[in-house]
């Protein structure tokens, strides 16, 4: 087994508190199989908060206090981490937006919309506003940037590789204008043509298929076990259980089996860009 890459525990305060975690429980000669006794929380899961992908839950930050004798230091600092992670993100989605910038891979499941990685300014914006029709402006702005920034990880030494599914009924609502959409499914392009995204379309003639209704998301790491998102309208589940995402993975493969090859699916995605600049322009 390679040995564990050490944190960068000045990188944010999620990763400060995972080194910490890490140190502490490493003096008390303690493994990480029984820093979970006790809890109900997995090996692999203590495992990511060590190396600072995921935040630490308050129950769980009490019985790491107990058993570390730290008294108390993680339950009131439990908030800050938190705090910290969000970063403009809904709270059930600041974990992801953590754990991807560490992931090997993310494939994606997205029906309805562009998925977040992939959406430009314009397109998010109009996005976040449908979905909150009645906040400040600048808090959508808070938003529109936080989904942004993610794209960052493009410019990371060596990025996830990422793949994505979309279904053609995507393709074919305008969200904002037709130069909001002409201008996103270019960058989806761009995107796929510099070999940062590989994109498949689920035609409108596939018929049945798994997860007709939702968005997934599917991650790999180096280090940890992989897990699965799947996100509402106001609510996202991480499952991080070995047997359960296998059985997602199963039907993702399913899906990905109904799509059309990369190359056609390209060429789908560059006639709706075609469509709606030409609608634009006239």
């Given at each position: ?5 050490d944190?960068?525990?000045a ?21 990480l ?12 899961f ?16 009490r ?6 004798g ?10 800050d ?19 991807e ?7 994606e499941?997205s ?22 029709p ?18 960052d ?8 590789e990422?793949?994505?599914?979309l279904?053609e009924?995507?393709l074919l ?27 498949q ?21 180096t ?8 996100e ?14 296998k059985?997602y993975t199963?039907?993702?493969?399913l ?20 469509g ?7």
């Amino acid at each position: 087994m390679p040995p564990r890459k050490d944190v960068d525990a000045a990188a944010s305060v999620p990763a400060f508190y995972g080194a910490e975690l890490r140190w502490k429980r490493e003096n008390a000669g303690l493994t990480l199989q029984e820093l979970a006794e006790g809890c109900f929380y997995s090996v692999a899961f203590l495992s990511q908060i060590e190396m600072g992908d995921r935040r630490m839950p308050l129950d769980l930050a009490r019985h790491a206090d107990q058993l570390l004798g730290t008294d108390g230091f993680f339950e009131r600092r439990c908030d800050d981490a938190r705090t910290a992670k969000r970063g403009g993100h809904a709270e059930y989605f600041a974990d992801v937006a953590e754990m991807e910038r560490h992931a090997l891979t993310v494939e994606e499941w997205s029906p309805a919309l562009v998925p977040g990685l992939l959406q430009t300014e314009d397109y998010a914006r109009a996005v976040v506003r449908a979905t909150h029709p009645l906040e400040a402006a600048s808090d959508v702005e808070a938003k529109v940037a936080a989904r942004l920034s993610r794209a960052d990880l493009f410019d990371a030494a060596r990025p996830p590789e990422l793949w994505v599914v979309l279904h053609e009924l995507m393709l074919l609502q305008t969200i904002g204008s037709a130069a909001t959409m002409a201008e996103q499914l270019e960058h989806v392009v761009r995107l796929a043509e510099d070999c940062r995204v590989v994109t498949q379309v689920v035609p409108v003639n596939a018929g049945a298929f798994p997860f007709m209704m939702g968005m997934s998301k599917f991650m790999t790491f180096t280090d940890a076990p992989p897990v699965m998102y799947t996100e509402g309208l106001h609510s996202g589940q991480l499952i991080d259980e070995p047997t359960l995402v296998k059985q997602y993975t199963r039907s993702y493969d399913l899906l990905r089996a109904s799509a059309l090859p990369p190359g056609a699916s390209l060429a789908m995605i560059q006639t709706a860009a075609k469509g709606y600049r030409d609608e634009h322009q006239h």
